[in-house]
């Protein structure tokens, strides 16, 4: 049970979604265009936290706009305006020139908070992501996520102790089923072994009912933490 508890805290876990638009070649191929895409795709798809939208369903988005790409926008409002009709978290656009033998990328990433472009040879794609995300490591504060981990810790621990209590229940069921009680003696002394034998077993019974039911709040409530920054 303590392993499908962690499983649904850890499934609870959001991604930023992040749509990359088709690459616009200039003085170049789309082929290569398209090829440089692929490789900004991979690399933001190898970031932790990160969901890059499928490519055919970009396209499909696209659509709605004139010559089926985004508009430049020149504020954050017409920024936050093409996110949500993409329904996206980023957007990443991309310009790939071909000039004097070389290709040059030029990226644009746009958030609600703000945008980011740089330029890069086709052979520093990675450190132009770099360029385009420092911000969330140097700026950005990092969400407290300790007090969702320890709430799903003590969790799992609750549930553990409560599979301990539960067996124990049950071996004491089975140990009165059996006849086998291991008390003494008869009369008054035998009867109160036995009641004592009885009220143990059903007070285990009733603990690790209780622990589970702690277990499982524990849990909903570290996936609650986990999904909304604290303060």
Wanted: hydrophobic fraction near 45%.
């Amino acid at each position: 049970m303590s392993v499908l508890l962690l499983s649904l805290f850890l499934s609870a876990n959001p991604c930023t979604r992040i749509t990359v638009a088709p690459f616009e070649p200039l003085a170049t191929s789309p082929a290569i265009a398209r090829a440089l895409e692929e490789e900004v795709r991979a690399a933001l798809a190898a970031r932790p936290g990160v969901c890059v939208e499928a490519r055919a369903a970009t396209i499909e988005k696209l659509a709605r706009f004139e010559r089926h790409r985004v508009p430049p926008c020149g504020d954050l409002a017409c920024v936050t305006a093409q996110l949500t009709a993409l329904d996206t978290d980023e957007l990443i656009t991309g310009v790939v020139v071909g000039a004097g033998g070389r290709r040059n990328l030029d990226l644009l990433r746009s958030t609600a908070p703000r945008t980011a472009r740089t330029t890069a040879s086709e052979l520093e794609v990675a450190t132009a992501l770099g360029v385009l995300y420092q911000w969330d490591s140097k700026e950005r504060p990092a969400g407290r996520r300790w007090p969702a981990i320890v709430a799903a810790s003590l969790g799992v621990a609750s549930a553990g102790v409560g599979v301990a209590l539960g067996v124990e229940s049950r071996r004491h069921e089975a140990v009165l089923s059996s006849g086998v009680t291991g008390c003494a003696g008869g009369g008054t002394a035998y009867r109160d072994c036995l009641d004592g034998q009885l009220r143990t077993g059903k007070a285990e019974a009733t603990a690790a009912n209780v622990l589970f039911g702690v277990a499982g709040a524990l849990v909903a409530g570290a996936v609650v933490l986990w999904v909304v920054d604290l303060p």
